[in-house]
């Protein structure tokens, strides 16, 4: 696996769950993440933020999904 | 999926690895992932370090395994 690969399908899994439910990154980032700023989560969805194991619980648990959603195939091929 | 679940994940997975390669933490942290505390290692066996992703495939790398699987069951129910 390419480094940076676990960034890439984070910001991916998160895309995708945001064009799921049809909103902007300045909302999917100020409502559904609660309080994100929408510069900081436009770089997460581009796989360029380096996150935590404890950030990504907790983008997961105000979502409502399992954290290890966030790091299957994004495209579904897994 | 319980808070510090995906600290735990990796923890016990390098634990299964360590294992797997009969030997004692700190040569697994000094030799295996090159130069790590054996300290900072313990802690992360135990899931109480809080990991960048960056750090996660900087290990798996340096192990020759894939990032991902630091994240399975590590009792292997999945």
Request: no cysteine.
């Given at each position: 696996?390419?480094?940076?690969?676990?960034?890439?399908?984070?910001?991916?899994?998160?895309?995708?769950?945001?064009?799921?439910?049809g909103?902007?990154?300045?909302?999917?980032?100020?409502?559904?993440?609660?309080?994100?700023?929408?510069?900081?989560?436009?770089?997460?969805?581009?796989?360029?933020?380096?996150?935590?194991?404890?950030?990504?619980?907790?983008?997961?648990?105000?979502?409502?999904?399992?954290?290890?959603?966030?790091?299957?195939?994004?495209?579904?091929?897994?």
């Open positions: 696996m390419a480094i940076g690969e676990l960034h890439r399908r984070v910001g991916a899994n998160l895309r995708r769950l945001r064009k799921q439910r909103v902007s990154q300045a909302r999917f980032a100020e409502e559904e993440l609660e309080g994100l700023h929408r510069v900081y989560y436009g770089g997460i969805e581009r796989g360029e933020q380096n996150l935590s194991l404890s950030a990504i619980e907790d983008y997961a648990s105000r979502l409502g999904i399992d954290p290890l959603e966030l790091f299957r195939d994004p495209e579904g091929a897994e």
